[in-house]
């Protein structure tokens, strides 16, 4: 009695003391993802009204998006056809969302990491209904999505994959273990911001947040803008353009207490450098976690491109440790880690990206480049030390062979590098300028099936890349799953076409794309899937509980068989 005493009471105080809720505005790309259940290969997708495990298909109705109502308390939205998930009676269902100033209890959830991956980031969650906060969102093989007791089984856990990240700010695998994906703002409120004071107010706010730019802003009388944890920057399909930015993850002075930034993401913006020169426009210090996606970099500062001292040298991104006489030297031993960059634009700079730790740590530093388009850079796309890069499907264009300087490059890979390039595009570049790693025996490189026409739209020819130590590493096989594009192609299928076509911001969300969506299925000629996700049927009655299937029964069967021969 007792119980349902508290329960109504808690009911009835949510209901009478509810924020006004704001229904997200469609003027900006929603963070989607998806719901995947357990330790398997299977997401919850919406059928009809009700929900339902599926394999990976890239439609809409596998992706979901928050709409934040208070902290920690949120509506599940269905990307297809706009339903909430919802919770009654011991049912989980899709229904219509009447007002967004008032929904129901039941259509509310929240939800509580129950499990960390080795670094701390929360790996599992349990999704618990706002009706009856003692019950959790569960999969049961005969009954579907119910509501039940949370006792902690895996049909009760699960992860958040946001849509279209890929690699090792994804939900991935090292040798320490599986590693959650990167999920930014998603947990907290969304807030527009039109000034640049707007902005730095809310980038150095503590607290998860999607921070939507709904204005052009000007940057460059703003210096060392700290980005805090657990943010989204996001630009508007109208306004999202950052003129000479400078931001960074962590505090320029080195203050005690005040670590580096880890859970970022910045989608959708146009970065240009117009008027401050040599300045770095995002400076990713010590920082975990970092998701960099569909950015349109551009410099419109002049650069004559000999190398004699004259070039604006500045950089679109440095992600590094700080060195030991730095002001912020004491983040020196904390290395970044967990980075993807993809279906970037990088354009007319002399030096775009450099990362790497200035301490001797080589085993952090994991990152992943995929469909970025780099345009007329000369220097560092990108260049590595100490760390781990694997850059596939990206395309190159140069000035040619004839009119290249001799800093002309593409991957750099310096000492304590490893570097594995795959099915990527170099279109005015020597083979030496392209791949430049490789050219000692202690850092290993390896390149699979990359092109290269030293004359601007020549013919392409396959790469014939001899390292001094070849690189056995397969991130298929041991990190994560991913899809290869053609290098070229005379079919308007391979990485110069994909990635001039969706790399960069858009200014509507049909611009947005990724490989992963169903509309995109035809491009890829290679998918690997993930190494280390449990393939489930939930179709077959024979999975058990646990998702173990028919092994865990055998081998059950198999310890029977033990003790009775024992006895």
Not at 535 to 542: G, R, S
């Amino acid at each position: 009695y007792l119980f349902l005493i508290v329960t109504h009471v808690k009911k009835f105080f949510n209901k009478y003391n509810k924020k006004i809720i704001t229904k997200i505005k469609m003027n900006y790309p929603l963070q989607y993802f998806r719901l995947a259940i357990g330790n398997t290969d299977n997401n919850i997708i919406s059928s009809d009204s009700s929900l339902s495990p599926s394999y990976i298909t890239g439609k809409l109705v596998e992706k979901w998006y928050l709409n934040f109502i208070r902290a920690d308390v949120f509506l599940i939205i269905n990307a297809l056809n706009n339903l909430v998930m919802s919770g009654k009676e011991g049912k989980v269902s899709l229904e219509s969302l009447e007002s967004f100033t008032d929904p129901d209890e039941e259509q509310l959830w929240t939800f509580e990491g129950v499990e960390n991956d080795y670094d701390g980031y929360a790996l599992y969650y349990r999704i618990l209904n706002n009706g009856d906060s003692s019950k959790a969102l569960t999969y049961d093989i005969d009954l579907g999505f119910i509501l039940k007791e949370y006792t902690g089984k895996i049909y009760q856990k699960f992860k958040i994959n946001l849509d279209g990240l890929e690699g090792f700010a994804a939900n991935c695998k090292t040798k320490s273990g599986e590693k959650a994906g990167t999920i930014g703002g998603l947990f907290g409120p969304v807030i527009e911001v039109t000034t640049a004071e707007e902005l730095i107010k809310e980038l150095k706010s503590d607290g998860p947040k999607t921070i939507v730019l709904n204005g052009n802003i000007d940057m460059k009388t703003h210096m060392h803008t700290r980005i805090r944890d657990y943010k989204t920057l996001v630009g508007s399909f109208q306004y999202h353009t950052l003129f000479d930015p400078y931001f960074r993850t962590n505090n320029e002075y080195g203050t005690e207490g005040d670590e580096p930034s880890d859970n970022i993401i910045i989608r959708n913006i146009e970065f240009e450098a117009r008027s401050e020169i040599g300045r770095i426009m995002i400076n990713i210090w010590s920082s975990r976690q970092i998701w960099i996606d569909h950015i349109n970099f551009k410099c419109s500062l002049t650069y004559d491109r000999m190398g004699n001292g004259q070039d604006e040298v500045g950089k679109f991104i440095w992600l590094n440790t700080p060195y030991e006489t730095y002001m912020d030297k004491k983040d020196r031993l904390r290395s970044i880690d967990y980075i993807t960059i993809s279906y970037c634009k990088f354009a007319n700079r002399y030096w775009t990206v450099a990362y790497g730790t200035q301490n001797d740590e080589i085993t952090r530093d994991r990152t992943t480049l995929l469909y970025n388009w780099w345009y007329q850079n000369v220097r560092r796309c990108p260049q590595l030390g100490n760390g781990i890069l694997h850059v596939y499907n990206n395309y190159y264009e140069a000035f040619g062979v004839d009119n290249n300087n001799r800093d002309t490059s593409g991957i750099i890979g310096g000492d304590g590098s490893e570097i594995v390039s795959q099915n990527n595009m170099f279109n005015g570049y020597t083979k030496g300028q392209a791949l430049m790693m490789g050219g000692d025996s202690i850092n290993p490189s390896r390149d699979d099936n990359s092109f290269i026409s030293s004359e601007l739209n020549g013919t392409p020819e396959k790469i014939n890349f001899v390292p001094g130590k070849v690189s056995n590493w397969y991130p298929n096989i041991s990190n994560y799953g991913y899809k290869l594009l053609d290098s070229f192609n005379t079919n308007n299928s391979d990485t110069k076409t994909f990635c001039k076509k969706y790399a960069g911001c858009f200014s509507s969300k049909e611009g947005i794309k990724y490989i992963t969506d169903e509309e995109l299925k035809e491009w890829p000629l290679i998918n690997y899937n993930s190494p280390f996700l449990e393939h489930i049927d939930f179709t077959k009655k024979d999975e058990n509980e646990n998702g173990n299937s028919n092994r865990a029964k055998f081998n059950m069967y198999l310890y029977l068989l033990f003790h009775l021969f024992l006895l």
